[in-house]
Nanobody
Framework: QVQLVESGGGLVQAGGSLRLSCAASGRTFSTYAMGWFRRAPGKEREFVAAITWSGAGTSYADSVKGRFTISRDNAKNTVYLQIDSLKLDDTAVYYC?????????????????WGQGTQVTVSS
């Protein structure tokens, strides 16, 4: 069992930056691949980024490549999402998720545990 708690969201002007954190409970955190997803108002949940158990491998949605960076610190049971050059379209609730496999996946149904989400709002 893994419990996930996101933090770091907020209101930011376009062009700004945020770092989201996701703290995980459980001793097996390092055996899970982790992902970030988001749900914008009126839209379906979408994949944002994912990272392998070791942190050696990452994947990103095309819409965020070059602006978002996912990382993890297994000693702290935490995964991060650095968001730079924020755009209005990045406004969404951001969720972290844990997948009980070592490798990443972009499909939400491949992730077993989910956090409650953190709101990111980008203003013009």
């Amino acid at each position: 069992q893994v419990q996930l708690v996101e933090s770091g969201g907020g209101l930011v002007q376009a062009g700004g930056s945020l770092r989201l954190s996701c703290a995980a409970s459980g001793r097996t955190f390092s055996t899970y691949a982790m992902g970030w997803f988001r749900r914008a108002p009126g839209k379906e949940r979408e994949f944002v980024a994912a990272i392998t158990w070791s942190g050696a491998g990452t994947s990103y949605a095309d819409s965020v490549k070059g602006r978002f960076t996912i990382s993890r610190d297994n000693a702290k049971n935490t995964v991060y999402l650095q968001i730079d050059s924020l755009k209005l379209d990045d406004t969404a609730v951001y969720y972290c998720a844990a997948r009980p496999f070592l490798l990443t996946h972009s499909a939400a149904e491949e992730y077993e545990y989910w956090g409650q989400g953190t709101q990111v709002t980008v203003s013009s």
